[in-house]
């Protein structure tokens, strides 16, 4: 079993509020990542997947297939846009780091074939990342 | 004459986009950057200043007092900010990295005293990133 | 079950002595890390947590007070510190990159509340780090 | 248990082919990763030991003792080379990143002594690498 | 004047070698750069032009122009190439690293309008690399 | 013109004191850099050389040579020591990046020859660095 990670990246703002909560209360769990107005980030997307090499191309999984998949699915969806704004997560989702790695599994997974998903890590700045794993 | 370069940083949201242009133009123009709702960046700041080493302190400014003008006129004003709806340039400014940068610098340049402010680098993601020196 | 990651950093000096050996020993088996008069590093923490997201605030635990346990209970008592003559372990220690990322687990440990500590990572260089998962 | 990690490098040339499949279908699979002439890379080496630290040195192992058997066996024999043209693997191999990945696990285990070989990472670009684990 | 940097890379394959000496003098001179059946590298390129911000856009040039001026003359010419077979530069040249910069200021130079080509970086590795700023 | 930059780093110790001042003025000014039991980084080197590339090798100087020189003379000297009590600096020297920067410079230049010493930039922590120009 190997494990294959190919990098992607978007730009996107987001901000963190509960509508049903105060605005102090907003303040108060979130700080400034509650500004009404948004903030945003360069967020770093690691894809995983786990199989074994092919004998002929040495490969798990092409590189360039899962780049693709990454893109086409994530990356053009969530790229430049606002998360709480222009996205149909499918049900409401507080914007967090957590959630958008939760959401990213759920909506890669279909798509690998032949071999498995193994984890996404979706880092939002130098100095907070999240890893999921499927369970 | 030695050149000292601190770093630090803040999140923002932005779009580019000029009003008295068609949505056409804009899209054109500023591609994904024009969202209507915005989207965001890690933006990483280097201030470097020069001067001559104290011969007591072998300091040419104390970093700790560089990080604090920063922090204190820059990141605390700009991060988790709208650069579009949260800030009072002074001027109408469209928020382009070279133009937040210049903004910077003419606000940093008032706070450094006994050396000078040598240059402004604002980096906007891993690939760009703009650097002004002041004229 | 997500797991958070939170990157931290503190310099400290230290070295890496026996004093029950000959200095002959000491330098076969530590090397330049023996040089008694001590060397130093950029020390880069990176903690992580594991739980479940909080339904409102998506969640596993707020960063920010993970960041402050980090700050409070480790950067503080090592940031800018002999890691030989200055830091009261509760036991004799040698001040490896091992040793102290095990210390930082079992001092985190009784402070992080509502999720679990899943991994210290401490890195000495660029070149050179220690995971430790608490067993 | 604690997991102790040393990076290394070294920079290669290769290619993927397989001589047997069409040029076509070698491009449809490799594309231009199969550029006849060759293409290289800055191949990051990421080796990872696992076990108990040492009461005296604070060490699961010695890191210039694991530094020096990855540049003996590994680094030494690839760097500068042609992993198509100039390295004996013992078997026929394509030189894929999973493949060379499998390669140095093998070639590293029986010199890891007292302590035990953990994970192999070897990193191909910036946004690509594979993890081994011995099975 | 504001200088605006744009990041892109290549990968390749190269050795150095003159010909016309003997392989003693190429291995005395070149070292492990000289092996015959090449090595090769992740080559990251910095091109900085400086000019100043159009009042409506707040660009000095748009990066999305000078991103695809970067990938069609240097990099759609250069990727997963041999620099010593399959490139013609137009003249005899040993592809160091000094030479290619200085040939891809060259190729760019003619390409960038409106402002100024200021500086190319080219680097071959973590810890080398050139700058070539036209003269 | 071409500039050639090589990095190199080492580790040591230091502590920032002035030994005529009382030590509640060492704190205010030197904060817990001041720490009487020393302190240490992870300095990383930037040696850039200027000068004309050689017609057949393209170097504007062999990199090895450049390496060579650094840690002979920098490397070899400061790595793994106390910068307040092990290194003579010829004459009395507050050990600050920027003093160390001027001797690096002053050391390194009489040893570069057929092309220029341009510039050093010593590079403290992830946020804070010197370059000096030699003048």
Redesign the interface.
Known sequence: ?????????F????K?Y?NHWTPEKNDA?????A?K??????YELYVTVKGE?NS?????M???DLSLIIDTHICEVL????LN??IDWGYP???????V??WIWNTLEKHIKDCQLHCVKLQE?????????G?
Chains 1, 2, 3, 4, 5, 6 share one sequence.
């Open positions: 079993m190997v494990y294959l990670t190919r990098k992607e990246h730009n996107a703002a987001h963190l509960c769990v979130f700080g400034k990542c500004n107005n948004w903030h945003g980030h360069n090499p002929e191309t040495g490969f798990i092409n590189v360039k790229d430049h846009k606002n704004e222009d989702m507080q914007p967090s780091t957590e959630n790695a939760i700045t130098d100095k907070i990342w999240v890893e999921y794993f369970k």
